[in-house]
């Protein structure tokens, strides 16, 4: 089938010969057809004839030359470009440029005339971005010309140098290199002719490259099918003593942000305009590369196959198209292979918006396969729905072989309406299930009612905060599935103020709703590592699974997943207002927060204060990531109802440097050295809960001592931590 494919092409000189090379584990396929050259005269393709790799250069030379001096800790994934090459603009990293969104232009323009290799770098950093990192995928050599230099930097050695030292000599990639010497020309493809009427035969057809010497990061690269068939069996073999195992999975798993319609891995396409060689067969997660010239290479890790397609569709007039042979070849190469199930990553409908995966998507587009055949209760609130905003009430409801039998709600009721103290039992309308409530006479579902239950399933988006009452939910639900013997299932969702950042003392006065494990104010962990932490240190053993997030990275706050903002809480609104909540939060029982003003946890304040002073006065402490401004409110309920309070406003300045728990404690410190008569501290140690810190408040101890006080915790914490997250 894949032979006729290649013949039927050939045979129209679309392209005018073609060397095909495809392994399937242990089996390999050869097929060698046309000619490698027409003009000046024919001469027949032999299977080790040379070609222009043309792009396939970026992922065969440039990408391992790159992740190895990774691995030896001289580039860092996620650092500025600039701090490699100074004269870059800042705010693009090496990954961003790895996967083609950096919002780079295509290419350097050829007019107006230069050359020289120095000059076309320094063309490439002078180009204005057209857009912004991380915003979309912009195909661009740039990328790779300025990787190519970065490697040249940092290891003092060209490029051409480092990869044949590095990568081809110990494959044995003999026949593969940049700038091909004279005696190999015989066997060299001819592209076609140059702007001066030579035809190009051993030199680089891209017109970039070759103004810069023929050794660039995009292209100029010359190779063999055998060659190539070495480089994807090392891939395949967990590195193949070149790359360690771990810089595979990076190069070859989705690294744009999921907010990003096309997905790349580092150097590979995986599912893209590209991706044509990926043919109508070989999943999604398989991953490859494409060549201006003609040239592809395309991978499918589960079957341990690759197929690698070479010709030189240019010549000889520059004519040929292999756009659809791509496709053809790579699905005629897969029929007949056997591939592990589908997924993740996924395959996108081509309406799809882009989006970070929560739990509940992830969960779906596994058509719920974790939970067939199971009686459920599911613990859930307004917050528990999909991408798309379907209620997972809903969808557990309707799942095949699913049987959702009974709802359990948090604080605020199922609905997320209700600001009150008690939440009494009722029945949702739209499936008729019992709603049990977890925020009245109990906290936790009782063993009467988890009788006809087989598991708990828990949906709740949490806020990344110690005294957000949803994980102290978790605990308590968790211990009682664990007393049960019943399965208790977490549909993980993200940390809407990020992973990163951890902030707080973790170790508490006392444990309760507001303070349900020894863990920092800010967390920075999601409801699901949350879960496995509280299983493991607490000796639980509960039979937990988590179905995990998909696409977040630690460092995206909410707004940069994709994913429309559902209040948590009456009061939480906006991402700000959950920002700042871990240090204003804190304070809630001593001064207004906010609650009953339509910016709750963004303004703060007394009837005592004089709002002039108190912004003046934080602002000088020069905290970072935030401006103070004077203002006058009066709130509507909780502290202080219907008094007229002085006060600020927090305005959000630099989301990065805010550190919002240390504000509260700079805020508190503040209001203790102002009006030590009038704070209430004492009501703040209801949420701070951290009787030492409480005492340098009292003795109004410089803010900045409160918190060098919390280091060993926080420290503790962090090797806590790394055991659970992902």
């Not at 499918?300 to 690698?308: G, L, N, W």
């Amino acid at each position: 089938m894949v032979r006729e494919v290649l013949r039927k092409a050939v045979a129209r000189q679309n392209p005018p010969g073609a060397v095909l090379w495809i392994e399937n584990g242990e089996r390999k396929a050869v097929f060698v057809e046309g000619h490698r050259a027409l003009v000046p005269e024919k001469e027949e393709m032999t299977e080790d004839t040379v070609f222009d790799a043309a792009s396939l250069t970026k992922v065969v030379a440039t990408l391992p030359s790159v992740m190895l001096l990774i691995e030896q800790g001289k580039i860092e994934l996620e650092a500025d470009a600039r701090r490699y090459v100074p004269e870059m603009q800042s705010g693009i990293t090496i990954r961003h440029l790895l996967t083609h969104s950096s919002g780079l232009k295509a290419g350097i323009p050829k007019e107006p005339a230069w050359s020289g290799y120095e000059e076309g770098v320094q063309r490439a950093v002078s180009l204005e971005p057209e857009g912004l990192p991380d915003r979309s995928f912009r195909y661009s050599d740039i990328n790779y010309i300025l990787l190519g230099e970065v490697v040249q930097r940092v290891s003092g050695m060209p490029l051409n140098n480092f990869a044949a030292q590095h990568i081809f000599e110990p494959l044995k990639m003999h026949s593969t290199r940049f700038v091909p010497p004279r005696d190999w020309r015989p066997r060299i493809a001819p592209t076609e002719k140059d702007e001066n009427g030579v035809m190009l035969r051993g030199v680089v057809h891209d017109p970039t490259s070759r103004s810069m010497g023929g050794v660039t990061g995009h292209a100029g690269l010359f190779t063999t099918a055998a060659d190539l068939a070495k480089y994807a069996r090392m891939l395949l073999n967990g590195g193949g003593g070149v790359l360690k195992p771990q810089t595979l999975q990076l190069m070859t798993t989705p690294q744009t942000v999921a907010t990003v319609f096309e997905r790349r891995g580092l150097g590979w396409d995986i599912d893209s305009i590209y991706s044509r060689p990926r043919g109508k067969v070989f999943p999604v997660g398989s991953f490859g590369h494409t060549g201006f010239t003609g040239t592809s290479l395309w991978i499918e890790p589960t079957s341990r196959s690759f197929v690698i397609f070479l010709s030189s569709r240019l010549h000889p007039d520059g004519q040929g198209n292999v756009r659809d042979l791509y496709e053809e070849i790579g699905t005629a190469a897969a029929e007949g292979m056997s591939f592990e199930p589908q997924g993740p990553p996924w395959p996108r409908d081509e309406q799809e918006v882009p989006t970070v995966l929560n739990g509940i998507d992830v969960l779906v587009r596994r058509k719920f396969a974790d939970l067939k055949g199971l009686r459920l209760g599911l613990i859930t609130n307004q917050t528990g729905m999909d991408a798309q905003r379907r209620s997972t009430i809903d969808l557990l409801a309707h799942a095949p072989g699913v049987k959702l039998k009974k709802l359990f709600s948090p604080e605020h009721g199922i609905r997320g309406e209700l600001d009150q103290e008690k939440i009494h039992d009722s029945k949702d309308k739209k499936t008729g299930l019992p709603i049990l409530s977890l925020y009245g006479e109990r906290r936790a579902p009782s063993p009467q009612q988890l009788i006809d239950l087989d598991a708990l399933v828990f949906d709740i988006q949490d806020i990344g905060c110690r005294f957000y009452t949803y994980i102290g939910t978790l605990r308590l639900c968790m211990e009682a599935a664990a007393k049960t013997k019943k399965s208790f299932f977490v549909l993980d969702r993200v940390n809407p103020i990020g992973g990163v950042t951890v902030e707080g003392p973790s170790i508490l006065d006392q444990e309760k709703q507001t303070a349900t494990h020894a863990i920092p104010l800010r967390h920075g962990m999601t409801v699901g590592e949350l879960a496995a932490m509280l299983n493991a240190e607490r000796m639980m053993q509960c039979n937990l699974t988590v179905i995990p997030v998909e696409g977040w990275r630690r460092d995206m706050l909410y707004d940069q997943t994709g994913l429309p903002w559902i209040h948590p809480s009456p009061n939480m609104r906006t991402l700000n207002a959950a920002l700042l909540y871990p240090g204003i939060g804190m304070l809630e029982f001593s001064v207004s927060v906010g609650r009953g003003t339509d910016t709750p946890f963004e303004v703060l304040g007394a009837p005592y204060v004089d709002d002039l002073r108190f912004s003046h006065e934080l602002n000088k402490l020069g905290l970072p990531g935030v401006q103070f401004t004077p203002v006058r409110f009066m709130p509507t309920t909780s502290i202080f109802k219907g008094e007229a309070c002085g006060g600020v406003r927090i305005a959000i300045t630099n989301r990065e440097a805010l550190r919002p728990v240390e504000i509260g404690i700079a805020i508190a410190c503040t209001l203790q050295r102002l009006y030590p008569n009038a704070f209430a501290l004492e009501k703040v140690s209801t949420l701070l809960n951290h009787g030492e810190s409480l005492k340098l408040i009292r003795s109004k101890t410089d803010w900045k001592k409160v918190v060098e006080g919390w280091a060993g915790e926080m420290e503790a914490f962090e090797q806590r931590r790394k055991a659970f997250i992902r």
